[in-house]
T-cell receptor, first 114, second 114 residues
Framework: DAGITQSPRHKVTETGTPVTLRCHQT?????MYWYRQDPGHGLRLIHY???????DKGEVSDGYSVSRSKTEDFLLTLESATSSQTSVYFC?????????????FGPGTRLTVT | AQSVTQLGSHVSVSEGALVLLRCNYS??????LFWYVQYPNQGLQLLLK??????LVKGINGFEAEFKKSETSFHLTKPSAHMSDAAEYFC????????????FGSGTRLQVQP
């Protein structure tokens, strides 16, 4: 298994509070991604990173921010959590290059916003 | 922009029967295509990938998929279902350069009846 961990694995928080999810990899891969999984939608890209301090938005980035200060860590922050952000969040990593390198996924974080 | 359509959100088969999970994609350039499997409360695991080297791709656990450009399809099959195949399956596409993020279908939940 790829060395990807996510923390916390489960979190319940109240509307309006800030939340930070952490993704940690031991593979030294350049690319890191945050997706959210919701029933009927598959996984949708929130943000991604293509290097330290290099990040960009995905299709569902509103209400989320990210940071990557080290190769191994990619943080996802919900500045002010809303009920619509209740979801399962997955981190993924991919090696660099132009080939069809597959992405490897972490175990996920289940977030409930009450 | 690329997209993926998975026909059938739920598929039920008997143990030993053929498994067929459908995936159609839309892309203006040659795509890379993937099938992932997700077991309950786990992350996504790569089953197989299409990289243009061969149209028939064999993956893990006895699964295979055939790329048909004329039909823009990449259906997943397994000759004989096993109880352990019960899971959710996602088709995904990746195109272009740069971020190489995956665009996922909405998923198909496979149920295997004894």
């Amino acid at each position: 298994d790829a060395g990807i961990t996510q923390s916390p694995r489960h979190k319940v928080t109240e509307t309006g509070t800030p939340v930070t999810l952490r993704c940690h990899q031991t593979e030294n891969h350049r690319y890191m991604y945050w997706y959210r999984q919701d029933p009927g939608h598959g996984l949708r890209l929130i943000h991604y990173s293509y290097g330290v301090k290099d990040t960009d938005k995905g299709e569902v980035s509103d209400g989320y921010s990210v940071s990557r200060s080290k190769t191994e860590d990619f943080l996802l922050t919900l500045e002010s959590a809303t009920s619509s952000q209740t979801s399962v969040y997955f981190c993924a990593i991919r090696d660099s290059g132009t080939g069809p390198y597959e992405q490897y996924f972490g175990p996920g974080t289940r977030l409930t916003v009450t | 922009a690329q997209s993926v359509t998975q026909l059938g959100s739920h598929v039920s088969v008997s143990e030993g029967a053929l498994v067929l999970l459908r995936c159609n994609y839309s892309s203006s350039v040659p795509p890379y295509l993937f099938w992932y499997v997700q077991y309950p409360n786990q992350g996504l695991q790569l089953l197989l990938k299409y990289t243009s080297a061969a149209t028939l791709v064999k993956g893990i656990n006895g699964f295979e998929a055939e790329f048909k450009k004329s039909e823009t399809s990449f259906h997943l099959t397994k000759p004989s279902a096993h109880m352990s195949d019960a899971a959710e399956y996602f088709c995904a596409v990746s195109v272009g350069t740069g971020r190489r993020a995956l665009t996922f279908g909405s998923g198909t939940r496979l149920q295997v009846q004894p």
